[in-house]
């Protein structure tokens, strides 16, 4: 069955993405997990456990300042202690928290900004070991995902054990529901547009950070709501991959590959596309070749009761790419879940793979990467597919074509006698004049779109 998108309106004459469903189902799941395990309660301090407990967002500007945090106890339900105005306004919008009983004014430390004797952190352990005591769990484990070591000391100081909660919390958020399918796959609809885009725009002379501005201009005039960021990178600086964008101008020849971030209601993506620049060399085109086939050989194994090391396993060892081990290679050859936020279980590397296997089931939404440095020295292809898993196999959500190298940019063409006998040349530096034939082809290639 092919997964849906959906229009971002909600409309009376179709059924579309059910909010009210996504947020019981996020926390029936929590809760769910949470009674399986040994813990009383959980605690988080994270941007995205909060939004996938409590169902509240407050804005991106957020995400680094561990400002807010939620508390779910075993057997009731979620309490939010959140950034001043903040709480008044879920007392008023989020009904589903039940006023002032559960949507409270509260603020941590501001990651230590506070002055250390004003007290913020034992106020933050007060307001906790409160309700777990109301709660009859003042004794039992408390589960934490991220935490500043002066919470950590205050709520110890109140007497209660502090374990690891990450588990509980990602355990809950491996398996998507099919409202957060239908999210993630609507957030990749967006970036199939920005790519079309991109593409279109893409040529010798444009610079990389130009391209990231484009990206993220398409992505918030189409909801976005956030674009966390676009990994531009072209030329000699392809191999080695260094994971951020500069502002290099693009040349004639050049590879290019993008890795597009954004969050739509919260959902994200990570979806990379490979292009060569104006024309593709036969070393470029060998490794996109051999990068797309370790792509295709790991999609072909992806089914309920595969594993993360059977799909590992098709990919290449970090020495037969120029790497001394796995963990100088990490992310090159990669796997990661997708969700409300862009590395979640399950995880798929040879780095740890092999020795610890996941089993993959239906549900799951992950993304798969790619990597293959050309034999040049300098140019490196590198692809990025997410894909939903099925009751007999995936189903790919990135849409934008990947199965052969596409050239960008327009091609250069010399005449060469009569205006009527043209020949592509190699470079625009061969001939003093040139002339674009009418083809009707796309201007970024002489027989279609493909190298």
Same mark, same amino acid.
């Given at each position: 069955?092919? /997964?849906?998108?959906?229009?971002?309106?909600?409309?009376?004459?179709?059924?579309?993405?059910?909010?009210?469903?996504?947020?019981? +189902?996020?926390? +029936?799941?929590?809760?769910?997990?949470?009674?399986?395990? &040994?813990?009383?309660?959980?605690?988080?301090? +994270?941007?995205?456990? /909060?939004?996938?407990?409590?169902?509240?967002? %407050?804005?991106?500007?957020?995400?680094?300042?561990?400002?807010?945090?939620?508390?779910?106890?075993?057997?009731? !339900?979620?309490?939010?202690?959140?950034?001043?105005? @903040? =709480?008044?306004?879920?007392?008023?919008?989020?009904?589903?928290?039940?006023?002032?009983?559960?949507?409270? @004014?509260?603020?941590?430390?501001?990651? #230590? @900004?506070?002055?250390?004797?004003?007290?913020?952190?034992?106020?933050? $352990?007060?307001?906790?070991?409160?309700?777990?005591?109301?709660?009859?769990?003042? +004794?039992?484990?408390?589960?934490?995902?991220?935490?500043?070591?002066?919470?950590?000391? @205050?709520?110890?100081?109140?007497?209660?054990?502090?374990?690891?909660?990450?588990?509980?919390?990602? &355990?809950?958020?491996?398996?998507?529901?099919?409202?957060?399918?239908?999210?993630?796959?609507? $957030?990749?609809?967006?970036?199939?547009?920005?790519?079309?885009?991109?593409?279109?725009?893409?040529?010798?002379?444009?610079?990389?950070?130009?391209?990231?501005?484009?990206?993220?201009?398409?992505?918030?005039?189409?909801?976005?709501?956030?674009?966390?960021?676009?990994?531009? /990178?072209?030329? *000699?600086?392809?191999?080695?991959?260094?994971?951020?964008?500069?502002?290099?101008? %693009?040349?004639?020849?050049?590879?290019?590959?993008?890795?597009?971030?954004?969050?739509?209601?919260?959902?994200?993506?990570?979806?990379?596309?490979?292009?060569?620049?104006?024309?593709?060399?036969?070393?470029?085109?060998?490794?996109?070749?051999?990068?797309?086939?370790?792509?295709?050989?790991?999609? =072909?194994?992806?089914?309920? #009761?595969?594993?993360?090391?059977?799909?590992?396993?098709?990919?290449?060892?970090? *020495?037969?790419?120029?790497?001394?081990?796995? !963990?100088?290679?990490?992310?090159?050859?990669?796997?990661?879940?997708? #969700?409300?936020? %862009?590395?979640?279980?399950?995880?798929?590397?040879?780095?740890?793979?092999?020795?610890?296997?996941?089993?993959?089931?239906?549900?799951?939404?992950?993304?798969?990467?790619?990597?293959?440095?050309?034999?040049?020295?300098?140019?490196? =292809?590198?692809?990025?597919? !997410?894909?939903?898993?099925?009751?007999?196999?995936?189903?790919?959500?990135?849409?934008?074509?990947?199965?052969?190298?596409?050239?960008?940019?327009?091609?250069?063409?010399?005449?060469? #006698?009569?205006?009527?006998?043209?020949?592509?040349?190699?470079?625009?530096?061969?001939?003093?004049?040139?002339?674009?034939?009418?083809?009707?082809?796309?201007?970024?290639?002489?027989?279609?779109?493909?190298?």
């Amino acid at each position: 069955m092919s /997964i849906r998108t959906y229009g971002a309106n909600a409309v009376d004459w179709e059924k579309r993405i059910d909010l009210d469903r996504l947020r019981r +189902d996020r926390l +029936d799941r929590l809760k769910a997990v949470l009674e399986r395990s &040994e813990l009383g309660a959980l605690l988080t301090f +994270d941007f995205a456990n /909060i939004r996938y407990m409590t169902s509240t967002h %407050i804005g991106t500007w957020a995400m680094d300042k561990l400002i807010r945090f939620a508390l779910l106890p075993r057997g009731g !339900e979620p309490i939010l202690w959140d950034f001043g105005s @903040a =709480a008044r306004h879920h007392q008023l919008y989020n009904p589903w928290l039940d006023g002032p009983a559960r949507a409270r @004014a509260g603020i941590s430390t501001l990651r #230590g @900004a506070f002055h250390p004797d004003a007290g913020i952190a034992e106020e933050v $352990a007060r307001k906790i070991a409160t309700e777990l005591r109301e709660h009859g769990l003042a +004794d039992a484990p408390l589960g934490v995902d991220v935490v500043e070591m002066p919470i950590l000391a @205050a709520l110890r100081a109140e007497g209660i054990e502090v374990v690891d909660g990450q588990q509980v919390f990602l &355990e809950a958020r491996r398996i998507k529901t099919p409202d957060e399918i239908a999210l993630l796959t609507q $957030a990749c609809s967006m970036v199939d547009a920005a790519y079309e885009e991109l593409y279109e725009f893409l040529r010798p002379g444009v610079r990389e950070n130009e391209c990231v501005g484009l990206v993220s201009k398409v992505l918030y005039d189409l909801g976005s709501e956030y674009v966390e960021g676009v990994n531009a /990178i072209s030329g *000699e600086r392809c191999s080695p991959h260094p994971h951020v964008y500069s502002d290099r101008l %693009i040349r004639p020849g050049d590879p290019a590959f993008f890795d597009i971030l954004h969050s739509h209601m919260g959902y994200r993506t990570c979806y990379y596309r490979c292009f060569a620049v104006g024309s593709a060399s036969p070393a470029m085109r060998d490794a996109y070749k051999r990068c797309r086939e370790y792509m295709d050989q790991a999609i =072909a194994l992806v089914r309920p #009761g595969a594993t993360t090391a059977d799909i590992v396993s098709v990919w290449p060892r970090a *020495e037969e790419f120029g790497f001394p081990n796995e !963990e100088a290679a990490f992310a090159l050859q990669y796997g990661h879940g997708v #969700g409300l936020s %862009i590395w979640e279980k399950p995880i798929f590397s040879r780095l740890v793979s092999l020795d610890h296997p996941e089993t993959l089931e239906e549900g799951m939404v992950f993304a798969l990467e790619t990597y293959w440095p050309a034999k040049d020295g300098w140019s490196a =292809a590198r692809i990025e597919e !997410e894909v939903v898993v099925t009751a007999d196999g995936c189903e790919v959500i990135t849409k934008f074509p990947a199965e052969e190298l596409l050239v960008a940019g327009r091609r250069y063409w010399a005449v060469d #006698g009569p205006l009527n006998t043209v020949r592509e040349s190699q470079s625009h530096l061969n001939t003093g004049r040139y002339v674009r034939p009418d083809t009707g082809a796309h201007p970024g290639s002489t027989d279609g779109e493909l190298a």
